[in-house]
């Protein structure tokens, strides 16, 4: 009987000792959140302050200012499992180019490949002048100056490439947190999930 009873206390104990686990987990992750949170709010300043700009079609990065450019057509895209598929997207997106990407882009505009067999698609490419004005940005389609969805915004940086500036820049790492064993309440109090 007096074994049962220990057993109880110390299950009892496990019990607190994980809910504290719990707790101690949320408050860990909220302070990894704003950590991460004002190291990229201070990356973003150190990107401006360097006057630097990421040109979204080649992923270098430039000193200097990107020019806006529109981007429209339809392109082949693979999807399915392992990319077996493929399919094709039409898509407008704005870009931010560094000058050989947007000579480039302006010297493709108005391709058009092949027209697919089996989808009937045809892929075609655009590249359409984007002037920054006092109420928004306007890109020039075929000769006409239309004021673009404010809501559009250039693709942001990507994170790898953020990770590769703050390493050079010796900027404090980010944190991460592996979740895994404090989530499983079976590892804590095995059998019975507190
Ligand atoms: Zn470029």
């Not at 990319?83 to 997106?93: A, G, M, V």
Request: with cysteine; hydrophobic share 30%.
């Amino acid at each position: 009987m007096e074994n049962l009873e220990n057993l109880q206390v110390l299950r009892e104990q496990a019990r607190t000792q994980s809910q504290l686990l719990e707790q101690a987990e949320d408050a860990l992750t909220q302070t990894i959140n704003e950590y991460n949170q004002a190291r990229r709010s201070h990356f973003d300043k150190e990107f401006k302050r360097k006057q630097l700009f990421w040109c979204t079609e080649c992923h270098e990065i430039f000193k200097g200012e990107g020019q806006l450019i529109l981007l429209e057509g339809v392109r082949e895209e693979s999807c399915g499992y392992e990319n077996s598929c493929y399919r094709f997207d039409t898509y407008s997106e704005l870009h931010q180019t560094c000058p050989s990407c947007y000579q480039k882009a302006l010297d493709r505009h108005g391709w058009v490949g092949t027209t697919d067999s089996q989808l009937h698609k045809t892929p075609r490419y655009h590249a359409f002048r984007v002037e920054t004005r006092s109420d928004g940005l306007f890109a020039c389609r075929f000769g006409e100056w239309q004021a673009l969805n404010p809501e559009m915004k250039v693709p942001a940086i990507w994170d790898h490439v953020i990770e590769k500036l703050c390493n050079e820049w010796k900027l404090p790492p980010k944190l991460e947190i592996k979740f895994g064993r404090l989530k499983d309440p079976e590892w804590i109090v095995a059998g019975e999930p507190v």
